[in-house]
């Protein structure tokens, strides 16, 4: 091959080959940068473009060129409805442009609207020039700042002159004529559904969503036009409030056993949502606890019992057993009560519903409601507080809550070798068996309530010391039986102060209701002069009463009470006590002067053996065979 020929790779393919490649690339690269440099260019004639939109816009506003403003609205509005679905999605910057020039006339238009109503201000020419000309971008504010008002004038928070003098202003406008008309021909029509309105909103307001509904319901029916129109949308958002809240209030309802109140609730929200599935079967749970009912005329058996013997080991034994364990019953003879109470047909009640107390001055007297066939029963637990001199009767020694949230009795087991051990149960204590034994019965409730129990303070509180005041007592009464003394810190005080709160709350959510007995369980309440009654009433309150939550009950320690006019029981009413409880061995209560009194019989070891309950119950099938072994 010549040179001629090599130097023009002639007779190489390879060559050839590479050659012609080393050229399509250098195009490809060229063509390349050209549609860069023309990306570019558009890009920055776009962003130059956007970047001048809301400048140009705001321009036209105040230069009065308002067609130019609505001109340059319009274009960015049909380049975002000319587009796919898919480019749509990506046009940020043009709907932010839409939304940033929206704003400018609503600032403006609300500056207008705002000084009409609140200065009776007269729109000036530049000011109806600007609302007609803006034409829907002025028309879709200004119709929802009338329909404002008229909301607002429904709900009573402007007079009828303003609002006829807004419409007076606005409505001769061309822009606004359809909308304000309209409205204004209702006005007279809006006002005669203000107190209804008003009536369903307080409603509201207090979260009794179901009446609000119930009301604007009504409304609804009996309006048309803008009243019927904002009733149906305001049915609407209270619907979408209420239901999480009140289907979980029904169904707490039922895992409370408050039967009667969830049917209630159910039944009403089954009105409103007839479709749901979730509440109708709601409802069938509850409607298969609960029976007809019927109010109630006749005695009221109130009985109270002490905390449990939860160890007869050391209740009972020979050389250790107390005194005072006559004072109490055994967890199984409190089993072997609640049976014979269940068989005998009685049900647990609310002693507060005997008692209007809505108002301070006065109590309503109110009939009970029971299950057909039920007789009431209110059931006392006194002085729950664990004084120290009680561990010796096998008592417990404080309440605690379970890995479960469930109320249980600790206490100290002595075993048959002597050894102690630490158990905590629930069927330590009268609270734990009564909520068990609720749960197996239902019918023993009606709707939920279990029952009262009271406590003093002077030592302690569920077992807990919870107030500096109190360590001193506890470790008189710790130290008298040979027990180490406690030096609580501020640390430890407040942690206990926390556990009885959160014990309380629980008691409270399960059916149960507090009373004090005094703060220092004071014997007779009736010899002690004013100022020892202000004094303890007021450390109870302070100590024990701010943990325990609202209370109304007080339980007299030795049963001998206050008479009502009394100064000193005309002061326990006034700082909120008006249920009273003394001491009877047969059902009795009464109403007095802004009060409501019962009598409690007292159940023990004692009392079974020496009083006689064959009323209701049979004590030879009660009595715990350890007390046989009792000196």
Known sequence: MSNFATELNI????????????????LLCAVTMIAAVVVFVVIGKMNEYKNMTIPDFQAAIDSGDYDKAISIYRNVQDEVLAASPQEAANMTEETSMLDDMESIVKTRVDSICTRVLGERYVPSNSDVLFLDSMEELSSSVVSQWLNDLCVQFLLGQLEKPDVIFVFDQLSPI???????????????????????????EASFADEDYISAVQKYQEISGKYDGFVNTYSVERIAEIKDIMYDPMMEEGEHMLDTFRYYSAESLLSDLAVIFPDDERIKTDLLEATGHTTQTQEYYGAVEVL??????????????????SNDRGLYLTCDEFTAILNQLYSEGYCLVDGENLAGMGDSSYLVEQNLTIPTG??????????????????????CRRLVLNDRGQVCGEYMQ??????????????????????????????????????????????SCFGYVVNEDEVDDRNADLNARNLPSINPSSA????NCNSVTAIANTLRDTG????????????DASK????????DTDKWKTQIGSLLGETHMLVYPGGNYINGTDERAVYLKNQGFRIFFGIGSRPYYTYGDNYLYFDRAILSGNTLEKIDYSRILDVSTILDPARNSEE
């Not at 637990?381 to 120290?388: G, P, Q, V």
């Open 528 to 535: 002690c002069d004013m100022a020892t009654i202000q004094s």
């Open 374 to 395: 039920k007789k009431p029963l209110i059931i006392v637990i006194e002085n729950l507080s664990y004084s120290a001199s009680d561990f010796s009767c096998g008592t």
């Open 11 to 26: 007779g190489d393919p390879e060559r050839k080959k590479t050659g012609w490649g080393y050229r399509l690339a250098a």
């Open 174 to 200: 061309s822009n606004f004529s359809a909308t304000a008309k309209p409205l204004l021909r209702e006005i007279d029509y809006i006002e005669t559904a203000t107190g209804d309105v008003q009536n369903a």
């Open 414 to 459: 002595t075993g048959d070798n002597g050894d102690d051990s630490l158990v905590v149960s629930r069927n330590a204590e009268a609270i734990g068996i009564l909520d068990s034994f609720v749960e197996e019965h239902p019918d023993f409730t009606y709707d939920g309530a279990k029952g009262v129990i009271s406590v003093s303070g002077f030592e």
């Open 304 to 321: 109270c019992v002490r905390s449990l013997i939860a160890d007869r080991n050391t209740a009972f034994a020979e050389s250790y057993g």
């Open 492 to 495: 430890d005080i407040q942690a």
């Open 512 to 523: 149960w209701k507090f009373a004090s007995c005094t703060y220092g369980y004071l014997a």
